[in-house]
């Protein structure tokens, strides 16, 4: 049913299609109490069910409008409807209390059939793009090689070689459509010799064999924003491929795949970098220089701090998309002590510890108890 849902007015309100109008009006107040959007403010599920009810109920309650309804339901179920083909209602030309046939196509389901079109939008491309950490933080041009369809040059997308043309169609005789009677119900297809265009090509172009679409490379040159980050998809309107015969052009999807650094890490737009201090730099407190991504930077670590104490460098992050605005650095120390000492620094350590405190003595304490 190309892709929509027939809409099955007496399923929606849960009654038998020999339903009473009372038993319709019972069935609808009882489920719009359930649904109605005051009692589920907020719900999205809920308005869209109420508004499936409300619509249901519109017509079942309406003798005429049921009647069509049911004689319409009947048809359909039976299969003797097929998207894509022109509809006659054979009940009258006001459809039965229908503002026009397309009120009838859309009860179903459907949509009312459009015309064959000539000009077609192009198709959208889909890319990858290696950036380096950096550039994704700076942001960066890339060019992007494309094989793309477009408009033949040589038969400007007639399809037909250059001196001659389309020619009727004898199979539909240039109405694009073959009438077909289906008893009550007039219906007409799609004409399978023209496709519905009315015209067929007897001799082909030879650079595109009569499609009047060719294939050739191009170069998109595109300015990946700053701030970007790993597995994310850029969407850059009309950059995909050109249209066909005057129709818009297709859409670039760029998706991203951001090379790891091996000093940050990326967190959305907060940047998080490990920073080793020495004991005595914990003990004593220290102003340190820390790297960032725009340079170096001063830090004060105050004495007494622990390992894994974070500080927060605000503005020193990753550029927020689409934004003037940056996230922060969030530096995390980590107290590292020295891999090899020398008697000196061993002495000084031994007598260091004789100053200690008992750092585990209410640990021991509660384990006791």
């Not at 023209?194 to 030879?206: D, W």
Request: proline share 5%; net charge positive; charged share 25%.
């Amino acid at each position: 049913m190309n892709g929509r849902e027939f809409k099955d007015f007496y399923k929606i309100l849960g009654i038998d299609q020999n339903a009473s109008d009372a038993e319709i009006k019972k069935a609808f107040h009882k489920l719009a109490r359930k649904y109605h959007p005051d009692a589920n403010k907020g719900d999205k599920e809920s308005e869209t069910k109420f508004k499936k009810i409300s619509e249901a109920y519109e017509v079942l309650h309406n003798p005429e409008k049921r009647k069509q309804y049911d004689m319409g339901r009947q048809y359909f179920s039976s299969g003797g409807f097929r998207p894509g083909a022109d509809f006659e209602w054979p009940f009258g030309t006001e459809g039965g209390g229908f503002e026009s046939f397309s009120d009838i196509f859309d009860l179903f389901g459907f949509g009312s059939k459009g015309k064959r079109q000539d000009s077609y939008r192009g198709n959208d491309l889909h890319y990858k793009v290696k950036l380096s950490f950096d550039s994704a933080l700076k942001g960066r041009e890339t060019e992007i090689k494309a094989r793309v369809k477009d408009t033949c040059p040589t038969c400007s997308g007639s399809g037909a070689k250059p001196g001659t043309g389309p020619t009727t169609c004898k199979h539909c005789g240039g109405r694009g459509v073959i009438a077909q009677s289906q008893g009550i119900f007039s219906l007409s297809r799609t004409c399978p010799s023209c496709m519905g265009s009315g015209k067929v090509i007897e001799t082909p172009c030879s650079q595109c064999s009569g499609s009047g679409i060719v294939g050739h490379d191009k170069k998109i040159r595109v300015k990946i924003p700053a701030g970007v980050e790993d597995s994310q998809t850029i969407k850059f309107r009309g950059h995909g491929e050109p249209g066909i015969k005057g129709g818009p052009p297709g859409d670039l999807y760029i998706t991203t795949e951001v090379i790891p650094h091996p000093v940050f890490i990326r967190n959305g737009s907060n940047i998080l970098l490990d920073l080793p201090i020495s004991f005595s730099e914990a003990a004593l407190g220290a102003k340190l220089e820390v790297l960032t991504t725009n340079g170096v930077v001063n830090l004060k670590v105050p004495a007494g701090t622990t390992s894994g104490k974070i500080f927060r460098l605000r503005g020193k992050g990753a550029p927020k998309l689409h934004s003037s605005s940056n996230g922060d650095l969030l530096v995390k120390v980590k107290i590292t002590p020295p891999k090899k000492l020398n008697r000196r620094q061993k002495t000084l350590l031994q007598e260091l510890g004789e100053f200690n405190d008992n750092l585990r003595h209410d640990l021991h304490k509660k384990t006791k108890k």
